[in-house]
């Protein structure tokens, strides 16, 4: 399983971005996918998830209605619009697979066991 992420820069505050991975090797085997972001001196933290099969969406409370995550699993593509976005999204995104049971909530890191590379987004102010 390899994850590639992609799409990362620098924007302005109030600004769109759009970040893809892209998934290789047993992607049927996925459960969930999900991004998370880390900033400088933090941890890596839960932004969005969704099913592989089914869609079904989950957003962190700081990003809903803001964030749009998706996937296209003809293109084994996960992708993460992003709008408005405020300098507090600032940090490295990366994407993530599990495989295993869905959870339909805000996960930990620890949850996930695939990992792209990350990708920066810088938003200022």
């Known amino acids: 399983v390899q994850l590639q992420a992609s799409g990362g820069g620098l924007v302005q505050a109030g600004g769109s971005l759009t970040l893809s991975c892209t998934a290789s090797g047993r992607t049927l085997s996925y459960a969930q996918m999900a991004w998370f972001r880390q900033a400088p001196g933090q941890e890596r933290l839960f932004v969005a998830s969704v099913t592989y099969r089914t869609g079904i969406t989950v957003y962190a409370d700081a990003v809903k209605g803001r964030f749009t995550i998706s996937r296209d699993n003809t293109k084994n593509t996960l992708s993460l619009q992003m709008t408005g976005l405020k300098p507090e999204d600032t940090g490295v995104y990366y994407c993530?697979?599990?495989?295993?049971?869905?959870?339909?909530?805000?996960?930990?890191?620890?949850?996930?066991?695939?990992w792209g590379q990350g990708t920066q987004v810088t938003v200022s102010s």
């Open positions: 993530g697979a599990k495989i295993g049971a869905v959870y339909l909530g805000i996960s930990t890191k620890e949850d996930y066991g695939y």
